[in-house]
């Protein structure tokens, strides 16, 4: 099969084709998933908890995450492979540049950063350069300390205002694609619709261009406690490559995420 780009993704999400998409760290899953049909790859700092038992993403460094960058690029033949950009390696557009660029020579195709209005800039900046951003917002984990807790976003009129307002400057900006974290079904459709950028939902309902799924969480193997944006896959399958493959079908076929996964 031919591999994906970002031009085949905002083809698909014109198309409203869903994108599916799988976080992973390592070569044999990366070889996995992508026969498995799904559409990008994330090398997620969620490495911290589901990798390195962390609670939170904040001691993963870039080091880190480009060692399973390039274990997952040796593994991955056609989907489109995005790595994390850890805490502290954005605070300036110049820092950015310099970190973003170790990622996407360790194999990465885009660069995923957690924040609004602030990054516009940054955004600008290593688009120009050549490094396509993965703009995220609503639930941005590496803020916890500051949320307070992992909590859903965007619930009253003004944060969802406000979170339209910081998609719109981050597009403007040049960002390539949207993650939307736990925010409810309405304004992750909402925000899908007044966007031309594809966006990526996890936990932000079924309207997303896409979905994302930690691969640990939807395979049942992460011992904490489970977000309700969470499908075990391998309930009923005898396979890891038969739970990924209903994963990329369900996406497909917008059956997932349901109700009982949506705030
Ligand atoms: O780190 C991660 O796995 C992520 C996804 C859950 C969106 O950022
Ligand atoms: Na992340």
Redo the contacts with the bound molecule.
């Keep these: 099969s031919t591999s994906v780009t970002l031009p085949r993704l905002r083809e698909m999400a014109n198309a409203g084709e869903k994108i599916a998409m799988l976080?992973c760290y390592d070569a044999s899953f990366a070889t996995l998933m992508d026969q498995c049909g799904v559409d990008m790859l994330?090398v997620?700092?969620?490495l911290g908890n589901v990798c390195q038992g962390r609670g939170t993403?904040l001691g993963v460094s870039v080091n880190d995450i480009a060692y399973h960058t390039e274990c997952v690029a040796r593994g991955n033949r056609t989907a489109f492979l995005t790595a994390?950009m850890p805490f502290g390696s954005y605070g300036t557009p110049r820092t950015a540049y310099e970190n973003a660029v170790k990622l996407m020579q360790a194999g990465a195709q885009m660069v995923?950063i957690e924040g609004g209005l602030w990054l516009r800039d940054t955004v600008q900046f290593l688009t120009e350069r050549g490094i396509p951003v993965f703009a995220?917002l609503g639930l941005t984990p590496q803020y916890v300390h500051q949320l307070g807790g992992f909590k859903v976003q965007g619930k009253t009129a003004e944060a969802a205002q406000r979170l339209k307002d910081e998609a719109l400057a981050l597009e403007a900006a040049g960002a390539s694609m949207l993650?939307l974290?736990a925010i409810p079904a309405a304004l992750g459709k909402e925000l899908t619709e007044a966007l031309s950028m594809p966006t990526i939902g996890?936990g932000a309902g079924p309207d997303c261009s896409g979905q994302?799924l930690?691969m640990h969480d939807m395979l049942d193997v992460f011992p904490g406690k489970k977000a309700r944006f969470v499908r075990n896959f391998m309930a009923g399958q005898s396979s890891i490559a038969d739970a990924i493959r209903s994963y990329v079908v369900t996406v497909k076929e917008k059956s997932f995420p349901s109700t009982e996964h949506c705030f």
């Design positions: 976080t994330l997620g700092d969620s993403t994390d995923k995220h993650l974290e996890i994302v930690v």
